[in-house]
């Protein structure tokens, strides 16, 4: 590769040639030693205007350096060739001048140099990349162009598409208009329809209305003809309860007066028979038979039965076992000789004797017949005859009537 393809070094590789073969004819030009500090002063002030204080600050401070030495032995030359009157000391001084003030010069210059070689190759760092940007911006434009172009192609389709689209669009339209038409005689027989349908329904409505009438008047008239029906059949049921009322009560009575009848037949025929028991008289009472038995047939003197006695009480068990239904009150009375209060105790005492004779002989219930004594309290006759003592001296069997 060649080591001078780069600007910058190859201009720097010039300029330090270059001073090296000025140098010496600098010194065969005769320049003076104040001729070359200046040159060296307006090099390093090139140099700074160049920014080699930011470029290149070591060769200017070495410029400044060896122009500082410079001026020093420019200084002692003058004071010492006050003294030293040969030219050939003189001119060994100068040269020493000249020779501190030209590398000053050389600092400077380079330092200019390599300042501008930074500043060249910001510059062309700068120019590469506005080279770069300019390079993007033709790309981008090219870009641009291209979609320009695809523009143009996307436009031309846009447009044949947009044809295409207005061929539609009146296709479109065409077929909207012939649905609008459609869909307005849709529309009209529908409306039709339902003004038909309507109509129907109305005429239905006043059929249904009238019919609903129609039943609901039947069915007034049915409610009329039922509550009518009602109140007859309520008439005829309170007529035939009112009828089977009195049917009933005439029943009862009939009841009654058979029963009274079956009664007083069964009072009849048990007076009848109790009328045929020997020593016994029976007479009808209320509900009842009296059999009325005197003491002189029954008892000895005292309250014992006689043979004859038990022989008339087993008659009277016989007539009771033909009525079984029947209650029986034995019941003792006296005369009225005596005490009363004996006279009750005797009572009592011939009753009971009658009672358990007829309990435990001739097998009538218990619970059929019950003992009790009035003393003379309910005489039948006089006391004041012995005939009438006779009567009143008595065992009366009072039989309940009831059925056979």
């Given amino acids: 590769m060649d080591k001078y393809k780069d600007p910058s070094r190859k201009m720097l590789s010039i300029l330090l040639w270059g001073l090296i073969i000025l140098f010496p004819l600098t010194v065969l030009a005769e320049e003076t030693p104040v001729m070359v500090i200046e040159a060296a002063k307006s090099a390093i002030d090139q140099a700074r ?26 200084e002692a030359a003058n004071s010492i060739m006050a003294m030293v009157s040969t030219a050939k000391m003189k001119r060994a001084r100068e040269e020493e001048v000249i020779y501190l003030a030209t590398m000053a010069k050389i600092k400077g210059l380079t330092a200019e140099a390599k300042a501008k070689k930074q500043t060249t190759a910001a510059k062309l760092k700068e120019t590469q990349k506005d080279l770069a940007d300019y390079q993007s911006a033709i790309a981008v434009m ?3 162009l291209r979609e320009a172009e695809n523009a143009k192609e996307i436009q031309a389709k846009a447009e044949a598409e947009r044809k295409h689209l207005g061929e539609s669009q009146r296709m479109a339209d065409e077929m909207e208009a012939r649905k609008r038409k459609e869909l307005e005689e849709v529309q009209r027989k529908t409306a039709e329809l339902e003004a038909m349908k309507q109509r129907e329904f109305q005429e239905g409505r006043l059929k249904e209305e009238k ?133 009750q105790a005797l009572s009592e005492k011939r009753a009971q004797k009658v009672r ?29 005859s012995e005939a009438g003592r006779a009567l009143n001296r008595r ?6 009537t009831g059925e056979p």
Avoid at 395 to 400: D, F, G, K, R
Wanted: aromatic residues 4%; proline residues 3%; glycine residues 6%.
């Fill in 142 to 144: 090219k870009e641009k």
């Fill in 395 to 400: 065992v009366e069997l009072i039989v309940l």
């Fill in 211 to 343: 019919l609903i009438a129609e039943r609901e008047r039947e069915a007034g008239q049915a409610k009329l003809m039922e509550a009518q029906l009602g109140a007859q059949r309520a008439k005829e049921t309170l007529e035939i309860r009112a009828k089977e009322e009195k049917f009933a009560v005439e029943k009862e009575k009939m009841a009654i007066m058979q029963a009274k009848l079956q009664a007083l037949e069964q009072e009849k025929a048990m007076l009848i028979a109790a009328g045929k028991l020997p020593k016994v008289t029976a007479e009808a009472g209320d509900k009842k038979i009296i059999m009325t038995i005197l003491a002189i047939d029954l008892f000895t003197s005292a309250s014992d039965l006689t043979p004859a006695g038990k022989k008339i009480l087993d008659g009277v068990g016989d007539f009771l076992k033909t009525y079984p239904n029947s209650k029986v009150l034995t019941q003792g009375h006296t005369d009225s000789m005596g005490k009363t209060a004996a006279n």
């Fill in 356 to 384: 358990e004779y007829l309990v435990a002989y001739r097998n009538v219930s218990p619970g059929r017949v019950t003992a009790q004594g009035v003393g003379s309290a309910q005489p039948v006759a006089t006391n004041a």
């Fill in 49 to 74: 205007k160049a920014g080699a204080e930011q470029q290149a600050m070591d060769d200017l401070t070495a410029a400044k350096s060896w122009l500082s030495q410079a001026e020093k032995a420019y």
